[in-house]
């Protein structure tokens, strides 16, 4: 509880920030599903074989998976609030359609007869009887839709949309259980309070509702408006994926090209999520720039074999082969290789006298492995370890910072790793040695979107400044201070670059 506290305390501001993002997302999705989902009902409910496809048709996009649906809109539409809104009604349009139509075509039939008796167009009897009738029911349906949006919406946070799925990003990805828990009961707090407030809605009358409506729809329009006009100066948009290492080189970043030129605002994205994401973004030029390795590049986003193993070749090779396909530039790299490695604790590499990768084809009966979805499906992954190296286990696969919470369980006993995570050190893990250069070189360097060098010339230099620095021994202690030491990203950031002499 103390921890709980203390970890409150410390991301209070984030917080708050978090619950206006989330309520932002979730509301305005809420707005519009139940304005469509609402004349939908009513124009159908005259025509039940086109209600029942339409009742099929929302069923279906209900079943698409979040990720899946997040990672199609990313090249369509970009990053950010609008993909996560459109995300999000999808998903609560069934239950708003199919509670209004089950409320508008459920009315006694005696009732329509008896209006129609005495002369009342149909509108009058929506308006008069229909919709007060089926209200209970309509609200019903808003109300679900409001808690599945609002348990969705942590989601847009792997796409740079913010709200309190950051809490719970963070906190899985660094094995904070404090981070989680407020993620969490933030958003089933937000949840019930306005599943309360929704409820109200059906003691309303129509005139009522429907000028509420009509003001959220003001409020929002004004406020996208506001966001539009004061954010019309172009700004340079830096994402990381999930994890220490990529929030602290995208602070270096910032840091290093504001200390040239005061006058370039820079946005960041840290946790923005999986490689497949940042890379669509890129293209898309929602994003501007963000850390990438040479053997990801090649591997993942060009996947084009390797024509050596040595780095600069392997290095020149990605930056060739992305400027050809995706027209995008990558800078010169760092120092430190955060390449593949497979660890396992020390108590079993001593136990079964394991030092390399192909110690393992005396105890794969014994292996339960727990790899990475990423590392699962790579040819310098599982695939690379089975082909290369002959070997076969059993595997499960896990988010990146969960695998080593199972290993240290006793879930598993052999994980996937990059030579620079932290985790190493704080759980005592051995990796072992690649003997047959199966993973290959990973310097890490920035990937620049088209046009981008163009428009700010002045980055390339100050990007540059980071060519050759940063050793494995300094990566890796400088995600311990973060992972571990609970020592802000920017402030590691920005203390390397002051001892490197990298800052004016």
Request: charged residues 15%.
């Amino acid at each position: 509880m103390a921890n709980l506290i203390a970890t409150f305390k410390l991301h209070r501001a984030d917080l708050w920030t978090a619950i206006l993002q989330h309520l932002q997302i979730s509301l305005l999705s809420l707005l519009i599903a139940t304005i469509i989902a609402v004349f939908l009902a009513i124009w159908l409910a005259q025509h039940k074989r086109a209600a029942e496809i339409m009742l099929q048709i929302t069923s279906v996009l209900q079943t698409i998976p979040s990720l899946a649906l997040l990672g199609l809109l990313i090249p369509l539409v970009g990053i950010g609030t609008l993909p996560s809104i459109i995300a999000l009604v999808v998903y609560a349009l069934l239950p708003i359609f199919q509670n209004t139509y089950a409320g508008l075509t459920g009315i006694d039939p005696s009732l329509e007869e008896a209006a129609t008796a005495f002369g009342m167009t149909r509108a009058q009897k929506l308006i008069r009887f229909e919709l007060p009738l089926a209200m209970p029911l309509i609200i019903s349906g808003i109300r679900i839709a409001l808690v599945l949006i609002i348990g969705t919406a942590t989601l847009a946070a792997l796409i740079g949309a913010g709200g309190l799925g950051t809490f719970i990003l963070l906190g899985i990805d660094r094995n904070d259980m404090s981070l989680i828990i407020i993620g969490a009961l933030s958003s089933i707090i937000l949840a019930i309070v306005f599943s309360v407030l929704i409820r109200q809605l059906q003691n309303l009358k129509i005139k009522t509702i429907t000028i509420i409506l009509i003001t959220l729809g003001f409020l929002f329009a004004v406020g996208a408006t506001i966001n539009t006009f004061t954010h019309q100066k172009k700004e340079l948009v830096i994402a990381g994926k999930m994890g220490a290492e990529p929030e602290i080189l995208i602070n270096m970043y910032k840091d290093l090209i504001q200390d040239d030129d005061a006058n370039i605002k820079v946005t960041l994205k840290p946790n923005f999520g999986k490689t497949s994401f940042l890379y669509s973004a890129l293209k898309s030029n929602s994003i501007d720039i963000y850390p990438e390795f040479s053997g990801t590049v090649l591997e993942e986003l060009v996947k084009s074999p390797l024509k050596s193993t040595n780095e600069n070749q392997v290095y020149q090779q990605a930056k060739t082969e992305i400027k050809v396909k995706s027209d995008l530039d990558y800078l010169n790299p760092m120092a430190y290789q955060n390449t593949y490695a497979v660890a396992v604790t020390k108590d079993f590499a001593t136990k079964y006298h394991l030092s390399k990768i192909s110690d393992l084809s005396r105890v794969s009966s014994k292996i339960k492995a727990g790899f990475t979805l990423e590392f699962l499906n790579r040819d310098d992954g599982y695939k690379g370890l089975q082909s290369k190296y002959h070997l076969s286990f059993n595997t499960k696969s896990f988010e990146p910072a969960l695998r080593y919470q199972a290993i240290v369980n006793g879930n598993v006993n052999l994980v996937d790793a990059y030579s620079t995570d932290s985790q190493l050190v704080k759980y005592n893990l051995v990796t072992l040695k690649d003997d047959k250069s199966l993973f290959p070189p990973y310097q890490g360097a920035p990937l620049v979107a088209k046009g981008i060098l163009q428009k700010y010339p002045s980055i390339k230099k100050s990007l540059n400044k980071l060519t050759g620095k940063i050793s494995d021994t300094d990566m890796q202690k400088m995600n311990y201070l973060v992972d571990v030491k609970n020592v802000p990203a920017s402030t590691v950031a920005h203390d390397y670059l002051t001892k490197q002499h990298l800052l004016d």
